[in-house]
């Protein structure tokens, strides 16, 4: 009896050390993914076909944009359209206003509403939910009803026809209120104990945000980032106000401007010039799409 249980030992070894053999998903899993991906794709149609159609139409010469019957793609591509966005108007220069218009109103609302979001969320103060209230009510207020008070204002410096009313106005308005918002709820969800131990290493207030809290909000700051790069570039009626000379132009302002001699639309040319305008904000998503859903997510857990 004791020889057959060595003799059995071994064998039983081997059959507990052996790997777990993977399971195939049942046919109901499979069935329910197929559903998932084909209703997911069936969504996305509406979002996904005008880009195409965008880009594919940039290529085509006029007269086969709205030919019938319609056709998605063309059998003699051309880069004519692209060639005369540049050549119509100042386009590159257009092109480099609002990257820099994007970029400086991005780094101003990251710098404001990191602060922002740390005072609110760690420092106690009387009236400090009344004061964060008033600025979330910043969210209510249409840029539309502000905008001829701020152009007088703006008139009576000599800022009018440059840069500035663009920068400001988006830098310190609805898109820096919204990411004061999610950096006060991303904070909120740190967790207290490491601000704690880097005070009793001697660390202030400002050394905990730049050295602790900033380093672990870059969720929250690559959401808050893509928002106010959205924001500032898809910026139309600003530009529409406060600029009147094309080289100070930004895409969306100029992107009305490709019109022939009578008025008509130049499409193909229109749709080059949209084109190059999307490549900027599809670069930016897809950089950073994982940490834009990250951050969102870490800022809705406390309040």
Not at 73 to 95: E, H, I, K, L, N
Not at 161 to 187: D, E, G, K, S, Y
Request: proline content about 7%; glycine content about 4%.
């Amino acid at each position: 009896m004791s020889t057959e249980t060595l003799t059995d030992a071994p064998a039983r070894i081997r059959v507990q050390t052996s790997p777990i053999a993977r399971t195939r998903p049942s046919r109901g899993r499979i069935l329910r993914r197929i559903v998932l991906y084909v209703a997911l794709g069936v969504m996305a149609l509406p979002f996904v076909v005008p880009t195409i159609w965008m880009v594919a139409s940039s290529f085509k010469p006029l007269n086969q944009i709205f030919a019938a019957p319609p056709s998605i793609f063309t059998a003699s591509p051309t880069w004519d359209a692209y060639v005369q966005a540049f050549g119509f108007q100042p386009f590159a220069r257009q092109y480099a206003n609002s990257v820099y218009i994007a970029v400086v109103v991005t780094l101003i609302v990251l710098l404001v509403s990191s602060l922002a979001g740390y005072a609110f969320a760690r420092l106690r103060f009387p009236g400090q939910n009344v004061l964060f209230l008033i600025v979330l009510v910043g969210l209510l207020v249409p840029g539309e009803v502000t905008i001829v008070p701020l152009f007088q204002m703006f008139k009576s410096v000599g800022l009018i026809n440059t840069h500035w009313p663009l920068i400001l106005v988006t830098a310190l308005a609805a898109p820096c209120v919204l990411a004061t918002f999610i950096m006060r709820q991303f904070f909120i969800a740190l967790p207290v104990e490491l601000e704690e131990a880097a005070r009793l290493d001697g660390l202030g207030r400002l050394a905990i945000w730049w050295r602790i809290c900033l380093p672990l909000a870059k969720p929250a700051l690559s959401a808050v980032a893509i928002l106010t790069f959205l924001a500032s570039w898809n910026l139309y009626l600003e530009p529409t106000v406060y600029l009147t000379s094309p080289d100070l132009f930004t895409l969306p302002q100029a992107l009305t401007r490709y019109t022939d001699a009578y008025g008509g639309e130049m499409w193909n040319t229109q749709l080059a010039a949209a084109t190059m305008t999307v490549v900027p904000v599809l670069v930016v998503f897809l950089i950073a799409q994982r940490q834009f859903v990250e951050g969102l997510a870490h800022s809705g857990l406390k309040g």
